[in-house]
């Protein structure tokens, strides 16, 4: 009986699409929508993977045979329970070998319309790395610039909400960029999960209108902005955004939960400072505080620290740079009228965002 293979990744509502492989394989990263059904758990996997390493493929594929019809027999039992002869189904495992063949034969000899991805994850990695470079080499990006507190990415938002191309990449990282930005319920994806969020939103963009992006460094947190797409980053016109030092200092206080920062971030960030600016007095901070002078902490931060790693920064753009835009208002406050400057400046250059 033989088994259909698909090349694609665009799958409709109506197909279910099922990861085979462990569950620690699946957390690293898997197709969008997909459901893990694993056919052997991450105990398993390992204990077949050193029977075909330490005695034969045949002893591996032996013991695993057994582990996985067991496994199948339970997701039938499961997941399988309710499901009608009308479900679609599209397996892939590491590869589109074993796990995701064995899984499709059952399947199909029952009745459903079973398929196998060819390649697997694998090819799947491959189409996401793929889609990522051809997209460097044509996109046309609109850098945001601006030191910490200017309110960057309540500005791409609004962009967004506008229709145009936005990359929200410290979204897709889960990270606000600097210490100060983390956010309470921050756990970082993986590498590849992150690559995979980049690449669904470039999948979304249409057309040759420019993207907006706001300028980062070539890691957000410990995740790394890939090559391609950092290096276009690099090279992309600029648009820098200024505020007051007060206005961005009262942002932060209105934005970020100070006990947080206290618990979570501030002793990471002391440890970069110590690393990086021995200059900085920390005893100074660790009495603001103990004092809770959140206003007098964050404006040391930024004055003493996040604004000279800024002017360093920057200086690698200077070249990029198409444009400032200065605002008095509070940060809040000023989203709106800058988004419409952008706008307007956009249009200045043309709309294809192009140097």
Not at 176 to 195: A, D, H, V, Y
Not at 217 to 233: A, C, Q, V
Not at 294 to 319: A, G, T
């Amino acid at each position: 009986m033989e088994i259909e293979y698909v090349s694609c990744f665009d799958f409709t509502e109506d197909q279910i699409v099922i990861d085979v492989r462990s569950p620690a394989e699946f957390s690293e990263d898997h197709i969008p929508g997909a459901i893990n059904l694993p056919v052997l758990d991450n105990t398993e996997f390992s204990q077949v993977g050193t029977l075909y390493k330490e005695k034969s493929p045949f002893e591996a594929s032996k013991v695993g045979s057994s582990m996985v019809a067991k496994n199948i027999s339970s997701h039938l039992n499961g997941f399988f329970f309710d499901k009608t002869s009308s479900s679609e189904l599209v397996f892939y495992c590491a590869r589109g070998g074993k796990r995701s063949q064995s899984f499709a034969h059952v399947c199909k000899m029952i009745g459903w319309r079973s398929r196998v991805i060819q390649g697997g994850y694998k090819a799947y990695r491959r189409h996401v790395l793929t889609t990522i470079r051809q997209f460097c080499q044509n996109a046309k990006l609109v850098i945001l610039g601006g030191k910490t507190g200017i309110g960057k990415t309540d500005i791409l938002k609004l962009l967004a909400s506008k229709g145009h191309n936005v990359i929200d990449l410290e979204g897709l990282a889960n990270h606000r960029g600097s210490i100060l930005g983390s956010s309470q319920n921050r756990t970082q994806p993986k590498q590849k999960q992150f690559e995979s969020a980049l690449y669904r939103e470039i999948s979304k963009i249409t057309g040759s209108l420019a993207v907006f992006v706001e300028s980062e460094s070539s890691k957000i947190g410990n995740l790394i902005i890939p090559t391609d797409f950092w290096r276009l980053m690099k090279k992309s016109p600029t648009i820098i955004i200024n505020n007051t030092l007060a206005n961005r200092v009262k942002y932060i206080i209105d934005t970020y939960d100070p006990n947080f920062l206290i618990q979570k971030e501030i002793p990471s960030l002391f440890v970069r400072i110590k690393r990086n600016s021995p200059g900085i007095d920390l005893h100074s901070l660790e009495e603001d505080i103990q004092n809770k002078a959140w206003d007098r902490l964050v404006l040391k931060l930024l004055n003493d620290y996040y604004d000279p790693l800024y002017s360093h920064s920057i200086k690698r753009r200077e070249n990029n740079v198409i444009a400032e835009i200065d605002s008095l208002s509070p940060v809040a406050s000023s989203v709106s009228e800058v988004s419409k400057k952008i706008e307007s400046i956009l249009a200045q250059i043309g709309s294809g965002g192009g140097t």
